[in-house]
């Protein structure tokens, strides 16, 4: 491991976080704000749905690792929320055992420290049409429907609620967006830019509305090496330096 040691922002779920570094992903957005304050770790599973996730929960984060993560930002649901194949395979798993997948998972996370933070991002919903339309002939027919998504949703978001965890209702967030079935998806399921812009906003909006000590907000967080020095950049009075630490005019967009 490389030093200084930072606090740990681990990415855990299926597609939509495998992918949140492509596309002007959400994951990207967070690892450019948190520069020189956290490092973010991707642990992304394209296709998972919530009990392959708990089959291997306790591999991924090992509760006597040296250093356990300040933050869990979790993502599963949508796989689980498809409608089950005939023949008994495929990812769907029925809405009460997602919802105990999701529990065991948060219960593990909960055990690692007393300072080890989790939010959940929920199931969003889907352009239904464009779904339809990216039928592979390699794959048996997808059938993804909002109002499936809305029901594994709205099961997330209570269970956060039994728990105290802090949750991302992604099937509200991401219907904000005007003509969001367009906008918000490269093909229909997976977040393009502008969806990712959106998530990512929420999850900062959490961080920042949390009452957790310390804060991992951003803002709050002391920048890596930020001292002033000799060799930073000249001023344009010629004789002292402009310290450049939190420079953040070169991001696409200024964040909360």
Not at 46 to 63: C, E, H, I
Not at 81 to 109: C, F, Q, R, T
Request: charged letters at 20%; proline letters at 6%.
């Amino acid at each position: 491991m490389v030093g200084p040691s930072r606090p740990q922002i681990v990415l855990f779920g299926s597609s939509i976080v495998q992918m949140s570094f492509g596309h002007g992903g959400w994951g990207a957005i967070l690892s450019e704000i948190y520069a020189r304050k956290a490092d973010i770790i991707l642990r992304g599973y394209y296709g998972w749905n919530s009990t392959r996730a708990l089959d291997v929960v306790d591999k991924v984060f090992p509760k006597d690792a040296l250093v356990q993560p300040s933050l869990v930002v979790v993502y599963f649901g949508g796989n689980d929320s498809m409608a089950p194949h005939p023949s008994g395979l495929g990812p769907h798993v029925p809405l009460p055992e997602y919802v105990d997948n999701m529990k065991k998972i948060a219960l593990h996370l909960q055990s690692l420290s007393d300072t080890t933070r989790i939010i959940f991002l929920s199931c969003p919903p889907v352009n239904e049409a464009k779904v339809r339309q990216n039928q592979s002939p390699y794959l048996s027919e997808i059938i993804r429907t909002n109002e499936l998504c809305k029901t594994y949703s709205d099961a997330c978001v209570e269970l956060c609620k039994e728990l105290g965890l802090q949750v991302v209702n992604l099937f509200s967030t991401l219907q904000k967006a005007d003509d969001w079935e367009t906008v918000c998806f490269t093909d229909g399921i997976h977040l393009s830019a502008q969806g990712s812009k959106l998530v990512a906003a929420e999850i900062l909006r959490v961080v920042k509305e949390a009452e957790w000590r310390p804060s991992l907000h951003w803002k709050s967080m002391p920048t890596e090496f930020s001292e002033d020095s000799p060799y930073d950049l000249v001023g344009a009075d010629g004789k002292t330096t402009v310290n450049s630490s939190e420079w953040t005019y070169f991001w696409e967009e200024q964040w909360e």
